[in-house]
């Protein structure tokens, strides 16, 4: 079966030919490219396989690919054609057929990813995180569910592993991190001042003066505690997210931060550095939904799989707004004008608890944590996988994935719900506590064109009614208007 594999665009595939085939290869894995196009040449998959990649093996018979844990390189594919660029993919079909119900799934879920291959457009599939396909036939080669155990936790090995993680990804001399006044940037900052790193760091701060709530003030403290040289990089608008610019990023999942982040670091002239963020954060040691769906569930004796479901719907689509299992009014509203709404949003609830009843004899925070990272953690990377710039995310790892989901969930979030435990713990003699008592608003340059509108007399007027919905993400796709 013959696949072409479009190159057209930036990241490129590395290219190793083979007797019996050809192999493309994107990022770094535990295996060489060689020795994996090897055991594809001999019709084995390399099941144990880890890292950060992505590639597609072009044999004499058959065709192969996979993504990694978090598809932190995506590959989307049609009969036809493989890419990791789904604008690109998107591009070779004549007359692209919009997926209604895919569109409205992702808007239900805030953007996030789920575990169904399927996309915005019909006839282009996506590889699932932890899956391969051969032949247009997807297998998952990670077991997820194995890994929600409950090991004695190993504090050396974990605050080793973080801090040979943030070396090896780490150029030599140039390197950036986005402090957003988190706590997980807030971790990295603090443990490349233990490292003795940061002269090979810029630390930027990006904020708009248009922002209803900002971080600024919050990392103005950090910085003040850490002694850090924060550069405060003010980005009045983010640009519109429809430009030319723009269109690769936001081909499948669309997120209004992602277009800030690239103007400050691009406006700070840092787009030539190594960039780190503190994405996955959340989904790895406990993030801002957790406590919310704990407190609910603590409520709610017998609570099950398909409420669970229910909440997590309902508090991705009102960003935090709405919790219960009646669904939100965006929702009901929409079911009611669209069955095609309604059909999706009961599969999306009834996918979810399916998920979470394979984790039943699991403890509940470890199953929240679980789903956070599969559903949300793709998406976290999206925007940056389809990016020319050179960015790094520690905490995406998949070496952390493997410690974090093997030791007890009460190492993560502990102390009535305090959020990312495990990271204060381990660093706290070298970090700011202001990110850990004190509540984040969330990144939120806006996009002009999106957000606002500028009257005769120069003043800016919020167009949608929520600075909620100014700061956080805002979900378009190429056209199509759930």
Known sequence: MFMTVLQKNLPSFQEFSHPRGKLYWLGNANQTPIRVAEALADGRFPHEIRGSFAFVWVGQAEWVAAVDHLATYPLFFTEATISNLF?????????????????????????????????????????????????GVAKPYIDFWSYLGDEPGNPVKFRQTVEQIISEYASPNENALLLSGGTDST?????????????????????????????????????????????????????????????????????????????????????????????????????????????????????????????????????????????????????EMDPIAHTAYEDLVGNIANYF????????????????????????????SQDTFTWRHPFADWRLFDLCFRSPSNEKVRDGGVQKWILWNEWKNYLSEIPWRTKKHGFGIPAKDKFYKVSGDGNVKSVRASAKQIGGPSLLYRGVSP
């Open 357 to 384: 009843e394979l984790m039943r004899s699991r403890d509940f925070l470890h199953r929240i944590l679980m789903l956070n990272y599969l559903i949300k953690g793709p998406y976290r990377m999206w925007a940056y």
């Open 87 to 135: 604008s690109d993919l998107s591009e070779t079909l004549d007359r692209p057929e919009k997926n209604p119900s895919v569109c409205y799934q992702l808007s239900f879920l805030g953007g996030h990813s789920f575990f169904s291959d399927a996309t915005t457009i019909k006839k282009i599939r996506r590889i699932c995180p932890g899956h391969y396909v051969k032949n």
């Open 187 to 335: 971790a990295i900052a603090g443990i490349t001042k233990k490292l003795g790193m940061e002269n090979r760091f810029r630390y930027i701060h990006a904020h708009s003066p248009l922002q209803i709530y900002s971080e600024k003030k919050n990392v103005e403290r950090i910085a003040e505690d850490m002694q850090l040289p924060v550069h405060f990089q003010e980005v009045e608008y983010s640009g519109d997210i429809d430009e030319e610019i723009s269109r690769r990023q936001f081909g499948f999942w669309i997120e209004n931060p992602f277009p800030g982040k690239r103007r400050a670091i691009e406006l700070a002239g840092c787009k030539d550095r190594t960039i780190f963020t503190g994405e996955i954060g959340d989904q790895l040691f406990g993030g801002p939904k957790n406590p919310a769906l704990l407190n609910y569930a603590f409520q709610t004796k017998n609570i099950s799989a398909e409420q669970v479901a229910r909440i997590w719907v309902n508090l991705s689509d009102s960003y935090g707004r709405e919790c219960g299992t009646v669904p939100s009014k965006r929702v009901r509203a929409l079911c």
